[in-house]
């Protein structure tokens, strides 16, 4: 949220256990909620009722699964959710490189609202926000680019340039060091 603006904090729930489970059972594998951070660009889409309710979100997920032996491929996955029921769609590619999703899992809750939480930074409309630390930010980045400059100015400033004022052209430049002489004419200078 204070880097984007606002953030979601989804409330979830492992899946049900078989039929004719007991409390018992319930506690003894520790099923309980827990929450999901997702952060402002996840929610791709989302749908608010006249009364400023949320019916219907969409969040991307990605994560890294086995590929092969020894790989890794990063996999996308689209949630939406409504009130009542939640769909996984996982984006796949076919034969020909061309992206498709496919429904991975579904289900029903018996929940009448979206579980989704909003922390807002600085809160513009709903869903919507500007991140509370942006002008700080921008002053951040023009510090930065006027410091940049300043160390360029620098650097070209604190480096000497030899001249010499009256030196015989018609001859090559002498091999410049600590220990060589430049000879000029009447009335010449040689200086850095």
């Not at 991307?60 to 990063?74: A, F, N, R, T, V």
């Amino acid at each position: 949220a204070m880097r984007d603006g606002h953030s979601f904090l989804l409330t979830e729930m492992p899946p049900p256990l078989a039929e004719g489970a007991t409390r018992a059972d319930e506690i003894a594998a520790n099923r309980r909620p827990y929450w999901v951070k997702y952060t402002a660009d996840q929610a791709v889409n989302w749908r608010i009722d006249s009364r400023g309710r949320l019916q219907q979100v969409t969040l991307m997920e990605c994560s890294l699964e086995p590929d092969g032996e020894y790989g890794e491929q990063m996999v996308y996955r689209y949630r939406v959710l409504r009130p009542g029921s939640w769909e996984l769609y996982r984006k796949v590619k076919d034969d020909n490189g061309a992206e498709t999703l496919v429904t991975e899992d579904s289900g029903f809750t018996s929940l009448t609202e979206i579980p989704l939480s909003v922390c807002y930074g600085r809160y513009c409309a709903p869903m919507q926000s500007k991140p509370p630390l942006l002008d700080l930010a921008v002053v951040n980045i023009a510090h930065f680019n006027e410091l940049s400059d300043y160390r360029i100015y620098l650097h070209i400033c604190s480096r000497p340039i030899l001249f010499a004022a009256g030196r015989d052209t018609t001859k090559n430049a002498p091999q410049l060091s600590a220990y060589s002489l430049v000879d000029v004419k009447d009335g010449g200078n040689v200086g850095y």
